[in-house]
């Protein structure tokens, strides 16, 4: 298994942040890396060049009676600030009391890996595969995957699915098996508040000039009521109960509310009244701002009354809620509550639907069978608060639904420093990968 | 008079910006053109070492029995980013229309070298001055003169003031004599919302946990009333009514609210009830955010929720508010309006008392006289709604009242490119600096 450890730290070293056109050699090095891996193991790989970073698709020799499986994973990572609080430099992997420690690691170079590492495992043992395989992975995921779904619609044709799998979900705690059927959508949109034509001096003019930052305030604080329910006209339309099936398998998980205090350090929770923090990151919609601002935030102090300030949101959506229907809704919010005396601007950002698969499918039992024989366990039945807008894709592009299962843990730390995946989970997925396609075939 | 503007061509063309170590040297140069022009005219002249820029000091022969009058200026300039907005280059001084175009045209080499040349006019035809001036120019004013006050302590001996003398403040209009008798303090805090331990994926954990910005929006939307009075109890408190006197002066001022959208390109003020925008800006208190924020702010979408995120507060006090009390007060606010899902800490910043002085003291009479016989005009009589700390310095180190008699324009940009200074106001400068002198010593 070793060499299997090595090509993931291979894989880890490059800083393939997708967001940040500085980093472009990078992600096309990564991308590089990747063909070689395929293709060395003896697929047919194929890279295919996007408006952005390229598509790399390996293939094994398909066969007609054969099952066709596509197995979907992104080779980009998220940016890495605040860097200074990594332990460890976040491409530079460290292995430490057996957890590989990298930018990337949970998410999603060692879950991808883990597949294509079961793949060569299968092929060194059988020669051959017991289901006609497409692996697909993209660059682009960490920024919205704009080039995916045009991608999926122009090759269609090379990418026979009847079935997607990826893993780039979590696994509710160590050991336990998870299967992921619903995951939230999302609908993001930036507004630009614009106040004074320049940063003025705030001694000079401050008392009789709207401070946009003030202004931003205020819509921020319409956004809420108290208790943290979104108060924007239309928002809970469409969004459905959590099934008594759901509510009776989520009872023996592990408690949430506990886990969401020890991973975030945060002493008390907040959220949507008539909830638990379960319902409240998987089945219940939001409306949150990852980030805000603007003046002087330097150290010291510039007084200043800013000229323009920016606030980011992102919705996530439960099903069945539209994406496009809640963006109206938030506009014509921010249209409503927006104080007069600023002007403002809004920037569209990306948007993907919420998922709902039924997971005792027949592949859905596929599945549950090669989790058991990977984990010796019964399948904890999650849903997860995080968007995989391709998932949708591949079932209006493809036809085909998605099974979600997952291998980083709860404390994997994705898109923060000193983001990690312990070893064992890697190589479970390897396992997981080999089992997986021979219960698929049958 | 020729002469004169060729001097501050000269003065101009020192890009003396006292913030950035890299014009160290020029700084320096600038003091060494300084010591040569002021020796140059017969009086003695002493550079102070300081920890940072040097101190210039000047002094005709003092004689027992005259009035002790000291003129104080700044040599340093503002930084000149972004320099592509400047329609000539920040230090190589244009002529244009009669307006002198340059970094510290206005803010201050104008105005301070406009005393400078009125000494020297007086020198030049009486071969002595009506009263024992001192000179007192400083390097550090635009990096908020960290060695004044311990400058002022140690040569206190030295600097022998009945009186002190500033041009760094401005007209109200084109050919109108101004003279500022009250400036607004200032108390600056900021206040570090801490929420989760490290920013958080709003997928994940989205739903369950306070965002630190919605506990900032709150806290911000706390302070003021919909109408913008501020909130913070006691704030108001020792805040005085302006006089009827100076509404009944103020009214012949150009209309306020006209050119402060002119300025700020601003299509609706804004500000606490039952005042005009003059009271708002010269003789209300007012707590401003100069910089506020947190989580991702760069392009494109990062779907976290921060860990931290920080508010920087500054008040502007109006006679008779205590800096300390207000902070306290401000901070007595936070305590009882920070969300309880979030922690916080409060990282003190820098605070300056209001000032005032009567305009219509003996001094204040004499500059009035000198006023009109500069300008054939009736003083204007303004407050203004910056701060200059010195002024309170001044009057506790050296136990002398400040007349602020200021020489820029309205439109001046001082700190913004193209700052620029009428040769007519320096000119105009040259003559009051003589009346001024003259009168003083009735």
Not at 36 to 45: A, V
Not at 151 to 176: N, Q, R
Not at 350 to 368: C, E, I, M, N, R
Request: charged fraction near 20%; hydrophobic fraction near 35%; charge should be negative.
């Amino acid at each position: 298994m070793t060499s299997a450890v090595d090509s993931l730290l291979e894989f880890l070293r490059f800083p393939s942040i997708s967001t940040d056109p500085k980093n472009n050699s990078d992600v096309r090095a990564c991308s590089d890396w990747l063909m070689k891996t395929l293709s060395g193991m003896g697929l047919s790989t194929e890279r295919y060049e996007t408006p952005g970073h390229p598509v790399v698709v390996a293939k094994n020799v398909h066969q007609k009676g054969k099952k066709n499986i596509l197995i979907y994973g992104h080779y980009d990572v998220q940016p890495v600030d605040p860097v200074n609080l990594w332990t460890t430099p976040p491409f530079e992997p460290s292995i430490r009391n057996k957890i590989i420690y990298a930018r990337g690691s949970a998410d999603n170079k060692g879950q991808m890996l883990a597949h294509v590492m079961g793949v060569k495992a299968t092929l060194e043992k059988h020669k051959e595969l017991p289901v006609n395989l497409t692996f697909l992975f993209e660059g682009e995921e960490e920024i919205g995957s704009p080039n995916l779904r045009p991608f999926l619609e122009k090759h269609k044709a090379e990418l026979p699915a009847d079935l997607i799998v990826i893993s780039d979900t979590g696994m509710v705690g160590p050991g336990i098996p998870t299967l992921t059927y619903s995951l939230r959508g999302i609908a993001c949109l930036e507004v630009l508040i614009k106040g004074p034509q320049m940063d003025l001096h705030s001694g000079v003019f401050g008392g009789a000039v709207m401070n946009p930052l003030l202004a931003m305030a205020r819509l921020m604080n319409s956004f809420h009521d108290p208790e943290g329910k979104v108060k924007v006209e239309g928002f809970y339309n469409n969004v459905k109960n959590v099934a008594d099936w759901e509510k009776a398998n989520w009872k023996n998980l592990p408690n949430s509310d506990e886990e969401i205090k020890t991973l975030t350090g945060v002493k008390k929770l907040f959220g949507e009244p008539g909830y638990n923090s379960r319902e409240h990151t998987w089945a219940r919609p939001t409306l949150e701002f990852n980030g805000a601002g603007g003046g002087y935030l330097g150290a010291g102090s510039k007084t200043v009354i800013p000229s323009q300030v920016i606030l980011k949101i992102s919705c996530r959506l439960v099903p069945e809620q539209k994406p496009a229907e809640v963006l109206k809704a938030v506009e014509a919010h921010i249209k409503k509550h927006m104080p007069s005396e600023v002007s403002y601007e809004i920037i569209p950002g990306h948007s993907g639907s919420p998922y709902y698969v039924d997971p005792f499918s027949d592949h859905g039992k596929a599945a549950q069978r090669a989790l058991q024989s990977t984990f010796h366990r019964e399948t904890a039945f999650i849903r997860e608060g995080g968007s995989i807008p391709i998932v949708q894709d591949f079932k209006e592009v493809l036809g085909a639904d998605t099974l979600l299962l997952g291998l980083s843990l709860p404390d994997c730390r994705a898109h923060s420093p000193d983001e990690n995946f312990p070893v064992e989970n890697y190589e479970q997925g390897i396992l997981l990968n080999q089992y997986l396609l021979q219960e698929l075939a049958k």
